[in-house]
């Protein structure tokens, strides 16, 4: 299944050959934290489809914000000045991704939403 979260995260993403490793290794990553998710009756192959695709955009989310890393948004030279964009709309979009494979993984994930149980108020 690595391979195939490889290949979405590559369509996401367009990486450079530079880039490659680190999809790799952030794929892997977001493969065993969503294994770890899951409740323990669901294998990622139950999920179908929203298994891989929900790795793959939380590897993109991890591979956009590193390509902004050392860019300038900013800068004058005497009555010139240049701006950038990007920098925050990368960050939104990368937690947009995070919301989506958090969404299509919900149904398989464990409740790990906190709450006070018998606790008077």
Not at 55 to 81: H, I, K, N, Y
Not at 84 to 94: F, K, L, S, V, Y
Request: aromatic share 4%; glycine share 8%.
């Amino acid at each position: 299944m690595l391979e195939q979260i490889i290949s979405l995260t590559a369509a996401i993403a367009h990486p450079s050959e530079e880039e490659m490793p680190l999809l790799k290794a952030l794929c892997t990553a977001a493969e065993a934290e969503l294994i770890r998710r899951l409740r323990e009756d669901v294998a990622p192959e139950d999920c179908g489809s929203a298994f891989p695709c929900a790795a793959a955009l939380l590897a993109a989310a991890g591979l956009l914000p590193c390509r902004s890393v050392g860019s300038t948004e900013q800068f004058s030279v005497g009555d010139v000045s240049v701006r950038t964009g990007g920098g925050d709309r990368i960050c939104e979009t990368a937690a947009a991704m995070r919301r989506q494979a958090a969404s299509m993984m919900a149904a398989y994930w464990n409740d790990d939403v906190f709450s006070f149980q018998g606790v008077k108020g």
